[in-house]
């Protein structure tokens, strides 16, 4: 059909061919593994993304993460970042495919002014912009950046709102590997990149990922 995802991909003969053998690489150099293909397909973007094979053992999902993930974007699910990076990154095309909008509040000037008077980040007052609008339950909420935004997220999943998918790849120093693990045990599906390293262009990654097996896998 004219108006699925993969039939929006402007890549030339020689540019797929470059990607295929990018791929062919990676399945090579990672060798055994102990992910399924689905979630397979999702890891070897990142180590496209990055060139870094340590994403093969810092990789994790939840049980029911890449259907959930499919199945959220099948239903046009918003989709929530936490940096602008996330949104420039995503093909805008293959998302309006399916009616998936992307909602990112960080730089919004009421954001910014509370943060200043609450002392807080515009990361947090993003996620609670963001939740007000309607724009965290069952969405997929992606953190490339902030460990701040998944914070507050786990801290308004505690109380009872729940999105369709983390993708919770925050990188840095401080408190991105704990909020990371703070996701691990809330019962929401979720794909992260346990400890310190992460980063927008894998948020980026993960989601065009799971665009890709939302066409190929059978509805």
């Given at each position: 059909?004219?108006?699925?995802?993969?039939?929006?991909?402007?890549?030339?003969?020689?540019?797929?061919?470059?990607?295929?053998?990018?791929?062919?690489?990676?399945?090579?150099?990672?060798?055994?593994?102990?992910?399924?293909?689905?979630?397979?397909?999702?890891?070897?973007?990142?180590?496209?993304?990055?060139?870094?094979?340590?994403?093969?053992?810092?990789?994790?999902?939840?049980p029911?993460?890449?259907?959930?993930?499919?199945?959220?974007?099948?239903?046009?699910?918003?989709?929530?970042?936490?940096?602008?990076?996330?949104?420039?990154?995503?093909?805008?095309?293959?998302?309006?495919?399916?009616g998936?909008?992307?909602?990112?509040?960080?730089?919004?000037?009421?954001?910014?002014?509370?943060?200043?008077?609450?002392?807080?980040?515009?990361?947090?007052?993003?996620?609670?912009k963001?939740?007000?609008?309607?724009?965290?339950?069952?969405?997929?909420?992606?953190?490339?950046?902030?460990?701040?935004a998944?914070?507050?997220?786990?801290?308004?999943?505690?109380?009872?709102?729940?999105?369709?998918?983390?993708?919770?790849?925050?990188?840095?120093?401080v408190?991105?590997?704990?909020?990371?693990?703070?996701?691990?045990?809330?019962?929401?599906?979720?794909?992260?990149?346990?400890?310190?390293?992460?980063?927008?262009?894998?948020?980026?990654?993960?989601?065009?990922?799971?665009?890709?097996?939302?066409?190929?896998?059978?509805?």
């Open positions: 059909m004219s108006n699925q995802p993969n039939d929006m991909r402007q890549m030339t003969q020689l540019g797929r061919s470059i990607e295929d053998r990018s791929f062919a690489i990676i399945d090579e150099e990672a060798g055994a593994h102990s992910f399924t293909p689905e979630q397979w397909e999702v890891v070897r973007r990142v180590i496209h993304a990055t060139a870094d094979f340590e994403f093969k053992t810092l990789m994790e999902f939840s029911d993460a890449v259907s959930a993930g499919i199945q959220a974007l099948r239903r046009g699910c918003p989709i929530l970042v936490d940096v602008k990076m996330i949104s420039s990154g995503l093909n805008a095309d293959r998302l309006a495919a399916y998936c909008g992307v909602y990112s509040y960080i730089s919004d000037e009421d954001v910014i002014a509370r943060a200043k008077e609450k002392n807080t980040t515009r990361a947090i007052e993003a996620m609670v963001a939740h007000s609008l309607g724009h965290l339950a069952g969405s997929m909420v992606a953190v490339g950046n902030a460990p701040t998944l914070l507050e997220t786990c801290r308004l999943i505690e109380q009872g709102i729940k999105p369709a998918l983390i993708v919770g790849v925050p990188v840095g120093f408190s991105a590997e704990e909020s990371k693990e703070a996701v691990r045990p809330l019962g929401v599906p979720y794909i992260i990149a346990r400890g310190r390293k992460g980063g927008s262009a894998i948020a980026v990654a993960i989601i065009h990922a799971l665009l890709k097996l939302s066409v190929e896998m059978p509805a």
